[in-house]
């Protein structure tokens, strides 16, 4: 199983990016993708993640409504369309994959992909 994070960059505040999470090698028939963020001195927070099969989301709170998450199953690949980007979403982004179910905590995913950075300036 790998996952690749892809997307980051530099960008002023208001801003948008598009991280990309390509992932291969998964033989579970379902899974949830989430994408997590670590700020420099901050603990790893979950941001989102998706269902595999009925493209379930979810958010936490400070990104519901800026974030979308979704999934292009052919491809094998999650997005994560962030719009409205603020100083505070600065961090290290990382995709991972769990099967237990929609968590936001990071030691329920197994697999993790590498960080991909997103800078947002004032």
């Known amino acids: 199983v790998q996952l690749q994070a892809s997307g980051g960059g530099s960008v002023q505040a208001g801003g948008s990016l598009r991280l990309s999470c390509t992932t291969s090698g998964f033989t579970f028939d379902d899974y949830y993708i989430g994408w997590f963020r670590q700020a420099p001195g901050k603990e790893r927070e979950g941001v989102s993640c998706i269902r595999s099969g009925d493209g379930s989301a979810y958010y936490r709170d400070s990104v519901q409504g800026r974030f979308t998450i979704s999934r292009d199953n052919a491809r094998n690949t999650v997005y994560l369309q962030m719009d409205s980007l603020k100083p505070e979403d600065t961090a290290i982004y990382y995709c991972?994959?769990?099967?237990?179910?929609?968590?936001?905590?990071?030691?329920?995913?197994?697999?993790w992909g590498q960080g991909t950075q997103v800078t947002v300036s004032s």
């Open positions: 991972a994959t769990t099967t237990r179910g929609p968590d936001r905590n990071s030691y329920a995913y197994d697999y």
